[in-house]
Every structure is written in structure tokens, then in C-alpha cells.
């Protein structure tokens, strides 16, 4: 099982190309479904889970090409519709086929996903939604069966909880429906702009972009397109903070600072000085200490779960003390152990977190749970006296791509050792 062993200390200079967002490239992907003409995703990231759903997509008969950047799919050879278990429960968001498959062909079997270490991960949201478009819906033996006659029909969904996936699920299967579809309580994340504006290249009729009530009129067929995936907004403020606990300047490009400027703004508050280019994004730390920054996690746009665990990293030799509360997952906490471990003074109760900054972290072996952990164990190492080493990395692999090679282009003492 591979490891990393990482040197800290040192102040991180330099500049770091963004990849594709992974969060983009999986319901994108899922798309691909949807098209009765070859389609073409480009800035494809080639990370652990985009190829567990290409695998999975393959295994529908779709012949799709992953060749660098790009992935091809043309799904005129799709001859089933059938996603087992052996595959989703390595890739939660293989759930993502069952809207587009029950929508293109009327069926569809995909395995329930299982929970994983942040949370159970229900999809009951999807299943009510897709009820409400007339799929009839059977849960047994571990897997949904979905079945409608002829075509979905439009409807009203009302989600009980803001849902990412869910939001992704029905606004694919709604943009092949019969008649008008209206998503309330939607999920506003980038990602979901990025798939409806694939979607609307690819014929779709969606309105309200960015808002929480998506309108979407069904068409008949969606056809294909060229398509690239928009930048990764985690991967973006991943970076920075890597800048920001190790007192040092990196700029990140190939990207876009209006993705994430809840996020841009704690750096601000943490003391660090924020440069936002159009497609780039610079974070000067100015050989300071940051200071250690309070915030709740929340649906875009306010500041994403998913970098919790990395500006928890920085709060851990931040200046002061910050509470954290996460909102969003029921078990998001599992770096804390981890980080105590390194010297961090963090006292949780419940679903929140009292972080008391101290100057320094120090070396000491942990282990990874889960993906944005993982990435916050890298940044406490960084900033940590001595060498660190981090157990089960195989967790980041999922959603960070060239790690090693990203972080050592910025000066980073970082190498993967197996065994
Ligand atoms: C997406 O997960 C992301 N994954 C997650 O990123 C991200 O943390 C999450 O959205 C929230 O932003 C991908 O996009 C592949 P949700 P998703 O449905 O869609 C509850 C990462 O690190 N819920 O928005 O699975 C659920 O339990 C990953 O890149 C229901 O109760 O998240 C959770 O508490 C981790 N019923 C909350 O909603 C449902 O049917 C948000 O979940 C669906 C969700």
C-alpha cells in the first residue's frame, strides 16, 4: 500500500496548473448517455474514480476512448443497462447513470452505493425525484431497479435536502422527459452549471442556471458535442492553502477565482494577500503565520465541505482559535485523530470543531481515511517539523491528479514509497 513521505518546513513558491474538476467529470461523464451522437469531454482529469466510471460505462456497451485529456463516447452500441455492485461500491457517484439510463431507455439496474468513512450517503432524494418524473422504482437485494413506460414525464421535484447528486441525477433524466420539469431546493454548485451547460450544448432546454430552481424543458433526443470540463475549484483551494499554512506564495492557473470566492475570502482573513487573475489565482502568505479562521460548511456558494479538512490543517498553526462546524456530513471529522497525532490542538463535539492554533506541528505517522483528509494530512506534513509519513494514500489518488508531481513543482520535499 502506497505512502507518502514528506520532509516539511519548507515556504511553498511557485506555480500550479489546475486539472478538470473531478466533481464535474463524473456526472459529465454520465451524460455521455444521453447523446445519440459521438460526444468529446476534454480537460478530463485521469484520476482513480474517473476510470472506475469509464470502466462502468464501457461495461453498458458504450464504446468510450480514454486518450490523454479526452474522453470519447459513442453509445450506439449500448446494449445494457445494468451497473453492478462490484463497481458503484468502489465509485458512489456511479449512481449518476441510473437518471440518464431510465430516461434514454426506459431501464435501468444500478447498484445502491454503499455509504463510505464521511457518511452513509443516502440517495433517497434521487429515487423520490425520478418517482415524481414516473419512473417506477424497486429497491431489493442492494439494488434500484427503475422502470417507466414510454418516456419519463415532466414534473415539479422538491428536494428535502440540498443534493448535489440528486440535483445531477434528475436534471439529466428530466432533459429527456416529456413535457416541463421544475427543481426546487436545487443544488448550486459549479459543477451543476458545468453539466447543465453541457446539456444545453448537447440540445437541452435549461433555465435557472446558478439559482436553486431549475426549469427544464424535455426534448425528444440530445446529440453530441465538444465539450470541456470546467476547472476544479477543491484542487484550486487545496493548493493554496498549501501556501498559506507554509508561510509562502504559489499561483494556481487554469483556473477560475469565481468558483470559490467564499473560500478566497477566509485566505484574506487568515492575513494572506489573494490575487485574482481571470484564469489564475495567487496566494501570498508573506512568511506569516495565518491567522486561524471560524466558518460553518453550506450548499454553494458559501464555503464547501469540501475543503474543511485543509483549512483545518491551517488552522492548526494559525494564530488564535476558530471553530468549525460541519454541516453538511455526519462523520467529517476523521482527520482530527490524525492531525492531534501532529501536535494540533482540536476539540470536537459533535459536528463541531474548536481549533486552537500552536506554532508548530510535528512529524509523526498517520494514516488517511478519506479523500479531502488525506489532503489535509499533505498540508500539516508541509508545514510539520521533520519527515512525515502518511499511511493508505490510495484515498487521494482518487481526486488529486499528479500529486506528488504538483506539490514538488513548488518545492515540496514529497515521495511516494510502496510497501
Ligand atoms: C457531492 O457528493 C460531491 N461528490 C462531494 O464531494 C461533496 O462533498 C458533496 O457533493 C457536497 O458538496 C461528487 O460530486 C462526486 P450530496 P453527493 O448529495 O452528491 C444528504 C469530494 O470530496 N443526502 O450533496 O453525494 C447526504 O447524506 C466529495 O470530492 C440525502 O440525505 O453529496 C449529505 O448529508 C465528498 N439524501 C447531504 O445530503 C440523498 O438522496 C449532501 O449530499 C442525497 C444526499
Not at 59 to 66: K, N, Q, R, T
Request: hydrophobic residues 45%; contains cysteine.
Amino acid at each position: 500500500m502506497d505512502k507518502f513521505l514528506i520532509q516539511g518546513g519548507q515556504k511553498l513558491e511557485g506555480e500550479v496548473r489546475i486539472s478538470g474538476a473531478k466533481n464535474a467529470a463524473l456526472p459529465l461523464l454520465a451524460a455521455t448517455i444521453l447523446a445519440d451522437s459521438p460526444i468529446r469531454i476534454s480537460n478530463m482529469p485521469n484520476l482513480r474514480d474517473v476510470n472506475t466510471l469509464v470502466k462502468l460505462i464501457a461495461g453498458l456497451g458504450v464504446a468510450i476512448e480514454y486518450a490523454g485529456d479526452t474522453v470519447t463516447a459513442d453509445t450506439s452500441t449500448l446494449n445494457n443497462q445494468f451497473a453492478p455492485y462490484d463497481l458503484v461500491k468502489t465509485m458512489r457517484a456511479s449512481i449518476l447513470v441510473l437518471g440518464p439510463l431510465v430516461a434514454r431507455y426506459g431501464e435501468a439496474k444500478v447498484s445502491l452505493p454503499g455509504g463510505c468513512a464521511i457518511g452513509s450517503r443516502p440517495v433517497d432524494q434521487h429515487l423520490k425525484a425520478l418517482e415524481a418524473l414516473g419512473a417506477h422504482i424497486e429497491v431489493e437485494n442492494g439494488y434500484v431497479h427503475a422502470k417507466v413506460d414510454g418516456r419519463l414525464k415532466g414534473g415539479e421535484v422538491i428536494f428535502d435536502v440540498v443534493t448535489v447528486g440528486g440535483t445531477e441525477n434528475i436534471l439529466m433524466a428530466a432533459a429527456l422527459a416529456d413535457g416541463v420539469t421544475t427543481i426546487r431546493n436545487a443544488a448550486r454548485e459549479p459543477e451543476i452549471t458545468d453539466l447543465a451547460n453541457m446539456l444545453i450544448k448537447m440540445g437541452a432546454k435549461i433555465e435557472g442556471l446558478d439559482t436553486d430552481t431549475l426549469v427544464v424543458t424535455g426534448v425528444e433526443s440530445l446529440h453530441g458535442c465538444d465539450y470541456a470540463v470546467v476547472a476544479d475549484r477543491i484542487e484550486t483551494g487545496s493548493y493554496l492553502a498549501a501556501a498559506a499554512i507554509t508561510g509562502g506564495r504559489v499561483r494556481t492557473t487554469h483556473t477560475d477565482p469565481a468558483l470559490l470566492e467564499c473560500v478566497l475570502d477566509k485566505f484574506e482573513e487568515m492575513g494572506a494577500e489573494v490575487t485574482r487573475g481571470d484564469d489564475w489565482i495567487e496566494l501570498d502568505m508573506q512568511g506569516k503565520r495565518p491567522k486561524a479562521v471560524s466558518f460553518r460548511t453550506l450548499p454553494h456558494p458559501d464555503f464547501p465541505t469540501d475543503m474543511q479538512a485543509q483549512i483545518m490543517a491551517v488552522n492548526a498553526i494559525g494564530r488564535g482559535f476558530a471553530t468549525i462546524s460541519e454541516t453538511i456530513f455526519e462523520n467529517r471529522f476523521m482527520h482530527v485523530p490524525e492531525l492531534s497525532r501532529m501536535g494540533a490542538n482540536i476539540q470536537v463535539e459533535g459536528n463541531d470543531a474548536v481549533v486552537t492554533g500552536v506554532e508548530k506541528l510535528s512529524a509523526a505517522p498517520v494514516m488517511a481515511t478519506d479523500l479531502r483528509a488525506s489532503f489535509s494530512l499533505v498540508l500539516a506534513a508541509l508545514a510539520a517539523e521533520g519527515e512525515t509519513l502518511i499511511d493508505r494514500i490510495y484515498h487521494i489518488d482518487r481526486g488529486y491528479e499528479h500529486i506528488e508531481a504538483k506539490l514538488q513543482g513548488i518545492g515540496a520535499k514529497i515521495k511516494r514509497v510502496s510497501g
